[in-house]
């Protein structure tokens, strides 16, 4: 039976959710061909993303070690901290008006951020995890339901 609009005896052309669907598992293979196959800008902004995720993330991990000085802190070695100083060599990004040093800050601020990062995926996971894994399968493997006639 013909559809409207389709020439009786040729093959309707196929989606693109019908080429994924003949795929069957392996989204991250695809995932990985589809970045492999990118070219020019797209493919530098992904790379650039990237980059900035894994910097962050290490300065997440590596916070106090790298940090200069503490979250809150706004002293050291007895000596309190400029107000809203500029950028100079001991304050490479400056300090707050509550004299804490704004690089300190951004360090371990990627870190609270990491943190926030797992509480929410978490509560995520546990309030609608199942519905929305199901959701996730069907898009990223491709697996949608074919619709009912």
């Known amino acids: 039976m013909s559809s409207i609009g389709e020439i009786p005896g040729t093959a309707a052309p196929q989606s693109p ?6 795929e069957g598992p392996g989204g991250v293979r695809r995932l990985i ?5 990118a070219r020019g800008v797209p493919k530098w902004i992904l790379y650039s993303g990237i ?3 894994l910097f962050f993330l290490i300065l997440a991990i590596f916070a106090p070690l790298i940090a200069p000085y503490g979250f809150a802190q706004s002293s050291s070695g007895g000596v309190d901290f400029p107000k809203q100083a500029p950028p100079s060599g001991a304050h ?15 360090i371990w601020g990627a870190r609270t951020g990491l943190r926030d990062l797992r509480r929410a995926y978490r509560r995520f996971e546990t309030r609608i995890g199942p519905v929305a ?3 996730l399968d ?12």
Do not use: H
């Open 133 to 135: 894994r199901r959701f």
């Open 17 to 22: 959710e019908a080429e994924i669907k003949t």
């Open 51 to 53: 980059a900035i995720v």
């Open 92 to 106: 490479l990004f400056g300090t707050t008006v509550q004299s804490t040093d704004v690089l300190s800050r951004v």
């Open 33 to 37: 061909r589809q970045i492999r196959s």
């Open 138 to 149: 069907e898009v990223i493997e491709g697996a949608a339901p074919a619709p009912s006639d």
